[in-house]
């Protein structure tokens, strides 16, 4: 079964550094997809950053970069220099093979405070 | 594209009664999910649908959930009869293709059950 795993339930950040939301999973899938989305205050879900379990390199998008270490099954949100404007929900979530299709799921999310 | 767009934004109702959840995705994806928004359980994968063929409804809470999905273009989440523990943001979402683009979220339907 496949799980994704957010133990951060909350946390702060001073504007202008950097700051590492964590994320671990756990599937059988050889082969599998690893997502961040964040979620403001208003409630919509935006996608930042998509990382395949074959890629070399490390996603980065801007600001944001995903720490990706296949041996321990993590998947950390690196996002550099915040703003104000992060302070939002952040959600891990994983796509994998499921029998006649491939599902998304989501862990529990992290909301990150940036302090100005 | 307009994205994935879903109907009612906001939707108030009385216990017992039904209410039914619509959802338009992008066009071209094969792929549409419904998921449930909660403080208490996150973000639950209730159901999820592969070229309108229903493929896993394994997170769907019980019988008083039902979706369809008739064609490409249009999905309903019926919940009949509307308890107020069903009260939550029910999000669509759509994608392309088994390894392409992430899901793209509706702006999801807020529901209370009164």
């Known amino acids: 079964a496949q799980k994704i795993t957010q133990t951060q339930p909350g946390m702060f950040v001073q504007e202008k550094e950097a700051v590492t939301l964590d994320c671990t999973y756990d599937?059988?899938?050889?082969?599998?997809?690893l997502f961040w989305y964040k979620q403001p205050s208003s409630g919509e879900m935006i996608f930042l950053i998509y990382?395949?379990?074959?890629?070399?390199q490390n996603a980065t998008e801007g600001r944001y970069s995903l720490n990706f270490q296949k041996a321990r099954k993590s998947a950390n949100l690196v996002i550099s220099a915040s703003q104000l404007g992060d302070s939002a929900m952040y959600f891990c979530a994983m796509r994998g093979v499921n029998t006649g299709g491939f599902k998304t799921i989501f862990g529990a999310g992290t909301r990150l405070f940036v302090k100005a | 594209d307009a994205g994935v767009i879903q109907s009612p934004r906001h939707e108030v109702t009385e216990m017992g009664q039904e209410v039914t959840l619509r959802c338009k995705p992008i066009?071209?994806?094969?792929?549409l999910f419904w998921y449930r928004q909660t403080m208490m359980r996150g973000l639950e994968l209730l159901i999820y649908?592969?070229?309108?063929?229903?493929?896993?409804d394994s997170g769907m809470p019980e019988d008083r959930f039902s979706a369809k999905m008739p064609n490409a273009s249009f999905s309903t989440l019926k919940i009949q009869p509307s308890e107020p523990r069903d009260s939550a943001v029910y999000f669509c979402?759509?994608?392309?293709?088994?390894?392409?683009?992430?899901?793209?979220f509706g702006q999801g339907t807020r529901l209370t059950v009164v």
């Open positions: 990382q395949g379990s074959y890629d070399q």
């Open positions: 599937t059988s899938d050889p082969s599998y997809g």
């Open positions: 649908f592969n070229n309108n063929v229903p493929i896993d």
């Open positions: 066009s071209g994806h094969d792929y």
């Open positions: 979402a759509s994608s392309h293709g088994d390894r392409g683009p992430p899901p793209t």
